[in-house]
Protein backbone atom coordinates (compact mmCIF):
# COMPACT_ATOMS: atom_id res chain seq x y z
CA UNK A 1 0.00 0.00 0.00
CA UNK A 2 1.34 3.30 -1.06
CA UNK A 3 0.74 6.85 0.14
CA UNK A 4 -2.02 8.87 -0.71
CA UNK A 5 -0.34 11.20 -3.18
CA UNK A 6 1.54 7.87 -4.57
CA UNK A 7 -2.70 6.96 -5.10
CA UNK A 8 -3.62 10.22 -6.73
CA UNK A 9 -1.05 10.32 -9.26
CA UNK A 10 -1.72 6.45 -10.34
CA UNK A 11 -5.43 7.25 -10.63
CA UNK A 12 -5.20 10.74 -12.71
CA UNK A 13 -4.46 10.26 -16.34
CA UNK A 14 -1.12 12.13 -17.61
CA UNK A 15 -1.65 15.51 -18.39
CA UNK A 16 -0.19 15.40 -21.76
CA UNK A 17 -3.30 13.09 -22.75
CA UNK A 18 -5.88 14.84 -21.27
CA UNK A 19 -4.70 18.53 -22.64
CA UNK A 20 -4.64 16.69 -25.83
CA UNK A 21 -8.65 16.00 -25.67
CA UNK A 22 -9.06 18.73 -24.48
CA UNK A 23 -7.52 20.13 -27.65
CA UNK A 24 -9.31 18.02 -30.02
CA UNK A 25 -12.32 19.16 -28.26
CA UNK A 26 -11.92 22.68 -28.75
CA UNK A 27 -11.10 22.14 -32.30
CA UNK A 28 -14.13 20.16 -32.91
CA UNK A 29 -16.69 22.11 -30.60
CA UNK A 30 -15.49 25.79 -30.86
CA UNK A 31 -16.27 25.65 -34.52
CA UNK A 32 -19.77 24.01 -34.23
CA UNK A 33 -20.48 26.59 -31.85
CA UNK A 34 -19.74 29.82 -33.84
CA UNK A 35 -21.41 28.21 -36.82
CA UNK A 36 -24.52 27.35 -34.57
CA UNK A 37 -24.52 31.05 -33.88
CA UNK A 38 -23.26 32.40 -36.53
CA UNK A 39 -26.92 30.68 -38.50
CA UNK A 40 -29.03 31.74 -35.29
CA UNK A 41 -27.89 35.27 -35.96
CA UNK A 42 -28.57 35.55 -39.45
CA UNK A 43 -32.01 33.64 -39.02
CA UNK A 44 -33.20 35.97 -36.03
CA UNK A 45 -32.19 39.72 -37.38
CA UNK A 46 -33.33 40.95 -40.78
CA UNK A 47 -31.62 43.25 -42.69
CA UNK A 48 -34.65 44.42 -44.42
CA UNK A 49 -38.46 44.23 -44.46
CA UNK A 50 -41.13 45.09 -47.01
CA UNK A 51 -43.91 44.08 -49.01
CA UNK A 52 -44.56 42.68 -52.71
CA UNK A 53 -47.69 42.40 -54.77
CA UNK A 54 -48.35 40.62 -58.31
CA UNK A 55 -49.21 37.39 -59.50
CA UNK A 56 -48.56 34.04 -57.92
CA UNK A 57 -46.69 32.55 -60.66
CA UNK A 58 -45.57 29.37 -58.73
CA UNK A 59 -45.16 28.00 -55.29
CA UNK A 60 -44.02 24.33 -54.25
CA UNK A 61 -42.18 22.11 -51.47
CA UNK A 62 -38.49 21.54 -52.40
CA UNK A 63 -35.81 19.27 -50.78
CA UNK A 64 -34.24 15.99 -50.52
CA UNK A 65 -33.88 16.48 -47.03
CA UNK A 66 -34.62 19.88 -45.81
CA UNK A 67 -38.78 20.45 -47.18
CA UNK A 68 -38.89 24.19 -47.73
CA UNK A 69 -41.66 26.03 -49.27
CA UNK A 70 -40.16 28.12 -52.00
CA UNK A 71 -42.40 30.51 -55.01
CA UNK A 72 -42.10 33.21 -57.19
CA UNK A 73 -44.21 36.13 -57.56
CA UNK A 74 -44.59 38.17 -61.57
CA UNK A 75 -44.72 41.69 -60.62
CA UNK A 76 -45.84 43.88 -63.83
CA UNK A 77 -45.72 47.28 -63.81
CA UNK A 78 -46.70 48.40 -67.15
CA UNK A 79 -49.51 46.40 -69.39
CA UNK A 80 -47.64 44.45 -71.86
CA UNK A 81 -44.09 44.89 -70.09
CA UNK A 82 -42.21 41.73 -68.83
CA UNK A 83 -42.86 40.92 -65.39
CA UNK A 84 -40.09 40.97 -62.65
CA UNK A 85 -39.64 37.85 -60.83
CA UNK A 86 -39.10 38.06 -56.83
CA UNK A 87 -38.55 34.74 -55.63
CA UNK A 88 -39.41 33.81 -51.82
CA UNK A 89 -39.10 31.14 -49.16
CA UNK A 90 -41.90 30.37 -46.80
CA UNK A 91 -40.93 28.91 -43.46
CA UNK A 92 -44.28 29.11 -41.91
CA UNK A 93 -46.69 26.58 -42.11
CA UNK A 94 -49.40 28.42 -42.02
CA UNK A 95 -48.65 31.06 -44.13
CA UNK A 96 -47.63 28.41 -47.06
CA UNK A 97 -51.39 26.63 -46.48
CA UNK A 98 -52.82 29.93 -47.43
CA UNK A 99 -50.68 31.05 -50.28
CA UNK A 100 -50.71 26.97 -51.48
CA UNK A 101 -54.33 27.56 -52.61
CA UNK A 102 -53.72 31.02 -54.50
CA UNK A 103 -51.51 29.93 -57.26
CA UNK A 104 -52.37 32.41 -60.20
CA UNK A 105 -54.02 35.02 -58.15
CA UNK A 106 -53.07 38.55 -57.35
CA UNK A 107 -51.40 38.39 -53.84
CA UNK A 108 -49.30 40.98 -51.41
CA UNK A 109 -46.44 39.25 -49.55
CA UNK A 110 -44.79 40.90 -46.46
CA UNK A 111 -41.03 39.83 -46.23
CA UNK A 112 -37.94 39.84 -43.96
CA UNK A 113 -34.48 40.05 -46.07
CA UNK A 114 -32.23 37.42 -43.94
CA UNK A 115 -28.51 38.00 -45.81
CA UNK A 116 -26.30 35.54 -45.09
CA UNK A 117 -27.75 32.57 -43.85
CA UNK A 118 -25.37 29.52 -44.14
CA UNK A 119 -27.12 26.82 -46.01
CA UNK A 120 -30.06 25.89 -48.65
CA UNK A 121 -31.27 24.17 -45.78
CA UNK A 122 -33.16 26.75 -44.49
CA UNK A 123 -34.41 28.23 -47.40
CA UNK A 124 -33.05 28.64 -51.08
CA UNK A 125 -33.11 32.77 -51.11
CA UNK A 126 -32.72 35.19 -48.77
CA UNK A 127 -36.82 36.69 -49.01
CA UNK A 128 -38.46 34.99 -46.12
CA UNK A 129 -42.54 35.89 -45.98
CA UNK A 130 -43.74 36.78 -42.67
CA UNK A 131 -47.45 37.60 -43.85
CA UNK A 132 -49.98 37.32 -47.43
CA UNK A 133 -52.91 38.40 -48.12
CA UNK A 134 -55.18 37.59 -51.57
CA UNK A 135 -55.82 40.84 -53.38
CA UNK A 136 -58.71 41.43 -55.61
CA UNK A 137 -57.84 41.42 -59.25
CA UNK A 138 -57.24 44.94 -61.30
Given amino acids: ?30 PIAVLALYTWAALSFSYSKGERAGYLQKFSQKGWICKTWEGEIAMANLPGTMPQIFPFSVRNDSIAGLLNGLS ?17 CFAETEYFVIGAQKLPAP
Avoid at 109 to 117: D, L, S
Fill in 104 to 120: GQRVNITYEQHKGVPTS
Fill in 1 to 30: MGTNAEQGAAAAPPKRKRRWKLILAMVILV
